[in-house]
C-alpha cells in the first residue's frame, strides 16, 4: 500500500490540494522528507493544484455564489466578515486569506461578491498560491524532522506501531495548533 500512495503522491498531491490543500501539502512534506518524493515538486504541484482550486472556486462563485450566501445565515456572516477586510485591500486580502484555514471558502465568497475582477484576482492569487506553498510545505518538511525524531525515539520503547501512532498524533497536533494560531489572528483582526 505504501508503494501505492508513493507512487501516486503527487497526483494525490494535486487533488487534496485542489479541494482545500494545508493538510495534502503538510502530509507530502513529511512525505518528503522521508525521502519518498521530492521536496521541489511537492511545492510546485501545491502551488498547481491551488492556484487550479482557487481560480475554478473564483469564477463559480462569482456564478453561484450569491444564492448560496443568502441561504446560510452562516456564509452571510462569514462572508460579511472577510468583505470588512477586503475592503480597500483586495490584492493583500486575496494573499492574505490564502493562509485563513477553514476560511477559505467565505473568502472566496466575499472576493468572488464583491468588485474585484478576474483581471486583479488571477495574479494576485498566483502570487499567493506560491508563497503559501513555499512557505507551508518548507514548513511542514521542517517541522517534519521534529515529527521524525519523536518516531525514532517511541520506536526504540515498543515497536513501530506506538511509534507510527505517536509521529500521527504529534503532527495532527502540528496542524491543530497551527490552525489555532491562524484563527486567533482572525478573530483579532474581527475586534479592529
Same mark, same amino acid.
Given at each position: ?6 507512487n501516486?503522491a503527487?497526483?494525490?498531491?494535486y487533488a487534496g490540494?485542489v479541494?482545500e490543500?494545508?493538510?495534502a501539502?503538510?502530509l507530502?512534506?513529511?512525505?518528503a ?7 521541489i ?10 492556484t ?6 473564483y ?7 450569491p444564492?448560496?450566501v443568502?441561504?446560510?445565515a452562516?456564509?452571510q456572516?462569514?462572508t460579511?466578515?472577510?468583505?470588512r477586510?477586503?475592503?480597500?485591500h483586495p490584492?493583500?486580502f486575496?494573499?492574505?486569506?490564502r493562509?485563513?484555514?477553514g ?6 465568497l466575499? +472576493? $468572488?461578491?464583491?468588485?474585484v475582477?478576474t483581471?486583479v484576482?488571477a495574479? !494576485?492569487?498566483? #502570487?499567493?498560491c506560491?508563497? @503559501?506553498?513555499?512557505v507551508?510545505?518548507s ?11 519523536i ?5 526504540g520503547l515498543?515497536?513501530r506501531?506506538?511509534?507510527? +501512532? $505517536?509521529?500521527?498524533i504529534?503532527?495532527?497536533v502540528l496542524?491543530v495548533? !497551527?490552525?489555532? #494560531?491562524?484563527?486567533?489572528? @482572525?478573530?483579532?483582526r474581527?475586534?479592529l
Open positions: 500500500m505504501l508503494d501505492t500512495l508513493v501516486n503527487y497526483w494525490l498531491l490540494t479541494m490543500g494545508e493538510t501539502l503538510l507530502a512534506s513529511l512525505a522528507h522521508q525521502g519518498l518524493i521530492e521536496l515538486w511537492v511545492i510546485i504541484i501545491a502551488f498547481a493544484g491551488a487550479t482550486g482557487d481560480q475554478i472556486s469564477q463559480v462563485f462569482r456564478r453561484f455564489g444564492t448560496m443568502t441561504r446560510s452562516t456564509l456572516r462569514r460579511e466578515k472577510a468583505r477586510l477586503l475592503a480597500g490584492v493583500k486575496i494573499i492574505v486569506s493562509f485563513f484555514w476560511l477559505r471558502s467565505a473568502c472566496m466575499a +472576493l $468572488a461578491a464583491s468588485d475582477p483581471r484576482f495574479p !494576485a492569487n498566483l #502570487a499567493a506560491a508563497l @503559501w506553498a513555499a507551508v510545505g514548513l511542514g518538511y521542517v517541522f517534519s524532522s521534529w515529527v521524525t525524531r518516531v525514532t525515539a517511541m520506536d515498543s515497536g506501531a506506538p511509534a507510527l +501512532l $505517536a509521529g500521527f504529534a503532527f495532527v496542524i495548533l !497551527a490552525r489555532r #494560531a491562524v484563527l486567533k489572528f @482572525w478573530r483579532s474581527e475586534t
